[in-house]
């Protein structure tokens, strides 16, 4: 089983749309999340921190769910420009590794 | 302007030749991290630092080598030991663990 697992997509949402994405990781012992944004073919970039009550940036809100070992990430209202990868990170227990998603795919549709 | 800096963007490779991929940064940060990436695949660590004069295997380290004379640069060597060099190599670096900071990337190519 894989450290940290999400569905790789696509997800095709039309413009103005809602979508959430989720994420589950192995290790109880995880103690800091994140999502990451990747453009095709650029560097990831920090998109926020996920913490344990939850936490929102405009558009975009993360959430723990530390029982059943997950994360997810709402997006409302989808831009055009919200088309790209998400990853789904996870801190490796004690280790302060990042251990990285394979990535969900966003294409938002006019 | 501060940032992570990697080159070439491109780079073809025969096989069994050594590369190094370059990496350098302006942020003062002081650890530093090698990562691969696949298609379907996550970001793999091969390599980090968290310090000048230190540093530590990932989980892929087979195959590469690094040194860190710097502060600012992280180089990394693929040798011609590694079996699958082809792949996007991402650097990065951060003050703490949750800030990391990515460069642009190079794309190895073996031909």
């Known amino acids: 089983r894989k450290e940290v697992e999400q569905d790789p997509g696509p997800f095709n949402v039309p413009e103005g749309a809602t979508v959430a994405f989720n994420c589950t990781y192995s290790n109880s012992a995880s103690q800091s999340f994140f999502w990451y944004r990747q453009d095709c073919r650029k560097e990831p970039k920090l998109l926020m921190s996920v913490y344990s009550s939850g936490n929102e940036d405009g558009r975009f809100t993360a959430q723990l769910n530390r029982a059943s070992q997950y994360i997810s990430l709402l997006i409302r209202d989808s831009k055009l420009s919200d088309s790209a990868t998400y990853l789904c990170v996870v801190v490796r227990g004690a280790t302060n590794k990042l251990i990285f998603g394979t990535g969900t795919l966003l294409a938002v549709q006019p | 302007d501060g940032g992570i800096t990697q080159s070439p963007k491109y780079l073809f490779r025969k096989e069994g030749q050594n590369v190094t991929l370059s990496c350098e940064q302006n942020l003062n940060h002081d650890a530093m991290y090698w990562y691969r990436q696949d298609p379907g695949q996550g970001l793999r660590l091969i390599y980090y630092s968290q310090i000048v004069n230190d540093f530590q295997k990932g989980d892929i380290a087979e195959g590469y080598s690094v040194s860190r004379e710097k502060k600012e640069s992280f180089p990394l060597t693929v040798t011609s030991a590694q079996k699958n060099p082809t792949a996007f190599y991402l650097c990065?670096?951060?003050?703490?663990?949750?800030?990391?900071?990515f460069g642009p990337g190079t794309r190895l190519t073996v031909l």
């Open positions: 990065a670096s951060s003050i703490e663990v949750n800030e990391q900071f």
